[in-house]
C-alpha cells in the first residue's frame, strides 16, 4: 500500500514510539486513507479513523472541498490524539 510504504520511508512519528499519522488523499482517484502507527492505537482505532474519513472529510470531498474536508479529519486527529504524551526526558536523548 502506498501510504504504508510512505510512511515507514519517512520515519513519521518519534522514533521508537511509532506514533506517527499520515493522511494520503488521491484526488482524481477519490480516495483517502489514513495511516496510523501502533503507538497510536489506544488513541485511534482503525475504525475511528474509518468513521472519521467518512463522516468528516467525504462529505466536503464529494463536493470538491478538499481543504475543508482534510481540515475536519485533521482537527478530529489531533482531538482523539492529545491523550498522547512523550516524556520529555526521552526527546532530549533524541
Known sequence: ???LRVAK???IGYKGYDNGILITLAVKEKKVRIELGKGMEPYISN???K????TKMTPYFAKDDF????ENGLN??????REFVIK???LLKK
Open 67 to 70: 481543504a475543508t474536508g482534510l
Open 47 to 49: 475504525s475511528t479513523a
Open 9 to 11: 520511508a519517512n520515519g
Open 1 to 3: 500500500d502506498f501510504s
Open 51 to 54: 468513521m472519521i474519513i467518512v
Open 88 to 90: 520529555d526526558e526521552l
Open 76 to 81: 478530529q486527529l489531533m482531538e482523539k490524539a
